[in-house]
């Protein structure tokens, strides 16, 4: 997690988001992307094996969990969950091999970078609700995409294509 200053004043407010300098030791990003979410919202869980991403909530609230999918990691099979967004003004480093997701608490709008370009085959998937996981998104009634509906749970994962 990155602590970003915010600058408010009379006209409103400044934060600088991303500075490559303050994660010196990773790839540098390639590409911005920004999304837009409806409250009840939620995205996930997706992972990636070779991308990392820096999120940055611009406006509303979001309810950001990540799962540790790193055999080995010191943070193997964790889970962390974050509000972040108004009150909470966070930039946040997701490496490869930890899932990611989030739940819009309010309309929504997520500025992220990632460290490759797109690559349909780096795209993957856990189940948002699966009981192994028991993860607590916050919201009563998800708005989901058919992909998320349609992730496997963990246990139904293929080794080849979790992170080693």
Do not use: C
């Not at 974050?82 to 500025?111: E, K, N, Q, T």
């Not at 996981?133 to 992909?147: H, K, N, T």
């Amino acid at each position: 997690m990155v602590e970003l200053d915010l600058h408010p004043d009379s006209r409103g407010s400044f934060v600088e988001i991303w500075r490559q300098e303050w994660l010196p030791d990773r790839p540098e990003m390639v590409q911005a992307n920004h999304s837009e979410k409806v409250a009840g919202s939620l995205v996930g869980l997706h992972y990636h094996l070779r991308q990392a991403d820096y999120w940055y909530v611009a406006s509303g609230e979001a309810r950001v969990i990540l799962y540790d999918l790193r055999a080995g990691s010191a943070t193997s099979g964790a889970a962390e969950l974050l509000d972040l967004g108004d009150s909470r003004r966070l930039g946040l480093y997701i490496p490869p091999g930890v899932a990611h997701g989030f739940a819009a608490r309010s309309p929504l709008v997520l500025w992220y970078l990632v460290d490759r370009y797109y690559d349909p085959g780096d795209e993957h998937g856990v189940a948002w609700d699966d009981p192994q996981l028991a993860l607590d998104w916050g919201v009563a009634d998800p708005v989901l995409s058919q992909r998320d509906q349609r992730n496997p749970r963990l246990s139904e994962i293929p080794p080849g294509l979790l992170p080693r």
